[in-house]
């Protein structure tokens, strides 16, 4: 039969056959995060060698998934919802501030988080890039959601005459671009720069997109 083998069913040890499972795959993720974010990384990683280091069987990675390449496209996405979690806690936290300290505070949050823990950078910017067609477009999917972020921040700050009116969708998705590839490089220690420097400049760099010369702060937009 293709597909993945079927998990057991049933209690054992007092937990379900789904918490059971939730273990099991959380073990693999973790495995993962220190072999593809780290050494040997993903295309240097086998079944056999990911399994070992989950302390689980080959088995059991083919009961969770079918090949490596699920292992990355959930390990990706899961990078990056805990970034976003990130950025969603501090611009909740941030909502009635300025501009500029809203922005500070948004990208304090993103940047912390990405570059935390060296694996989850190269996970995010490194090792998803080119493995196939549909992790590319799942890359570049997860990038969107950034630059609509963006996006709803420059339409708040319009709103409460903080920016120059006008569609920001193309600015927003040159800026992503820097902003990511800034910390990567900062994470790789190829940037003479603490964190806060780093995150000042982005700050800088967003304000300038936001306020380009000869614009003055206005009214609200209505």
Not at 121 to 129: G, K, L, S, T, W
Not at 157 to 168: F, I, L
Request: some cysteine; glycine content about 8%.
């Amino acid at each position: 039969m293709a597909g993945r083998l079927r998990a057991p069913t049933g209690r054992y040890g007092g937990k379900s056959a789904a918490q059971r499972q939730a273990e099991r795959r959380t073990r693999f993720l973790d495995a993962a995060l220190g072999l593809f974010g780290g050494s040997p990384g993903y295309r240097a990683t086998t079944v056999a060698a990911l399994s070992e280091a989950a302390g689980l069987s080959t088995r059991q990675f083919y009961e969770e998934f079918r090949t490596l390449e699920d292992v990355l496209s959930a390990l990706h996405l899961q990078v990056n919802a805990w970034a976003e979690e990130a950025v969603l806690a501090a611009a909740a936290g941030a909502r009635d501030l300025p501009l500029t300290e809203r922005a500070a505070a948004i990208f304090r949050a993103y940047a912390a988080d990405v570059t935390g823990d060296p694996r989850r950078i190269r996970i995010a910017f490194v090792e998803i890039v080119g493995v196939s067609p549909r992790l590319e477009e799942q890359r570049l999917a997860r990038r969107a959601c950034w630059i609509d972020l963006i996006c709803a921040e420059a339409r708040t700050a319009v709103a409460r005459g903080e920016a120059a009116p006008r569609d920001y969708r193309l600015a927003a998705t040159a800026f992503i671009g820097s902003v990511n590839g800034l910390l990567h490089d900062f994470s790789a220690g190829w940037v003479d720069a603490t964190l806060d420097e780093v995150v000042d400049e982005l700050v800088r760099q967003l304000v300038g997109i936001l306020r380009p010369p000869g614009w003055s702060a206005g009214a609200p937009a209505r």
